[in-house]
């Protein structure tokens, strides 16, 4: 997509995967200092040693440092700190220590519909039960926590919902939590006695005027003891989004709160059995979370390169969504965070018709066309979920802002002509 790496990340990757460039010029002081500091936490000094099925000790001390500065002072233990393979690998082994019971008893797990397919996939895989809450795309594609109580209710008459995924900011519909949401979710899950999975893997990735990243860690804390002392809750992050987009390091990490004491004890245990997770995503993770301060030569640069990256992500965003609503047949909400425009289709019923003919969802069905007519790839909105009779896609924003122009029109012509042909 064009979009540059953050130098000061690969250098440090660099330096610890081949240590002898420690002697060179080339590369500035407070990257080698950290080079350094990961090298002695890591066996031998080498990343070609397993780590501790944790972590590597000082990579998530600094994950808890980092935590601590993003909420203001609420305190973060390393101990609760597990460095992950990417954030989908802690989910998924969250998912695994959480489903059990079977029947009416198996354990229920609600997901936000649109939601990131990664969830309905290792659901399924558990052979879990999937709760669906819909989120509001009247309302900015807000989560109303009536629709999480009717979910919940609904859901009792046949498995036991113990689970409630949030993704924030969305993925794929981009919206951001306001504060008084996440109060109320929480309080929903204490009442209810759920255990809270927050997704917080595009917290770097706020756009909209008056939208703000709220931890769920923080709120939980800012609630009083009587919530931070009981609601069970883990929340992930990862290198692959934000401004570094490193998705190939596969680094990520978990905070686990609250849970029993034997209960991690199995934790530990159950990512024993994968070993660790890769050593060089997690020198990755590390730079996301003790990124260079302000009296370290590498700062200046660090700071225009990930301003630049985020300053172009918000202006493509405002873009994306003021072209789609010139559009007719499309309506696209704001989209306040993350990297994806979900806009909202119209589809004719000759168009549907066809679809069927074709044996295909018809978001799916005019995905193809648009793939096959433009070249321009998109994923139908029924990958995600969406309520009966509405259709979608998704787009990612990440192309620069020449091309993402350019790729906006194309798809505008092809809607434009889709009508017409099934009017």
Known sequence: ??????????????????????????????????????????????????????????????VAAYIERRDGGVPADPDNIYLTTGASDGIAAILKLLVSGGGKTRTGVMIPIPQYPLYSAAISELDAIQVNYYLDEENCWALDVN?????????????????????????????????????????FAWEEKLFLLADEVYQDNVYSEGCQFHSFKKILYEMGPEYYNNVELVSFHSTSKGYMGECGYRGG??????????????????????????????????????????????????????????????????????????????????????????????????????AKGNKMAPDMFYCMKLLE????????????????????FRMTILPPVEKLKILLETVKDFHIKFLEEYA
């Open 147 to 187: 629709e999480l109580g009717r979910s919940l209710n609904e859901a009792k008459a046949y498995c036991n919902p113990k689970v409630l995924c949030i993704i924030n900011p969305g993925n794929p519909t981009g919206q951001v939590q306001s504060r008084q949401c996440i109060e109320d979710v929480i309080h």
């Open 1 to 62: 997509m064009g979009q540059r790496p953050i130098t000061f990340l690969r250098q440090v990757v660099a330096l610890c995967t081949y240590p002898d460039l420690l002697d060179s010029p080339s590369f500035p002081e407070d990257a080698k200092n950290r080079a350094r500091r990961i090298l002695q936490g890591c066996g031998g000094n080498s990343l070609g040693s397993y780590s501790a099925s944790q972590g590597v000790n000082c990579i998530r001390e600094d």
């Open 253 to 354: 990490y978990m905070e686990v709160i609250n849970l029993h004491p034997e209960i991690k004890g199995q934790l530990v245990k159950l990512l024993s059995v994968r070993l660790c997770p890769p050593v060089s995503g997690q020198a990755a993770m590390d730079i996301v979370v003790n990124p260079p301060v302000p009296e370290e030569e590498s700062y200046v640069q660090f700071i225009k390169e990930k301003e630049s990256v985020l300053n172009n992500l918000a202006k493509k965003a405002k873009l994306t969504e003021d072209l789609f609503n010139q559009v007719p047949g499309i309506y696209c909400n704001p989209l306040q965070g993350a990297m994806y425009a979900f806009p909202r289709i119209f589809i004719p019923s000759k168009a549907i018709e066809a």
């Open 373 to 392: 007519e433009t070249g321009i790839c998109v994923v139908p909105g029924s990958g995600f979920g969406q309520r009966e009779g509405s259709y979608h």
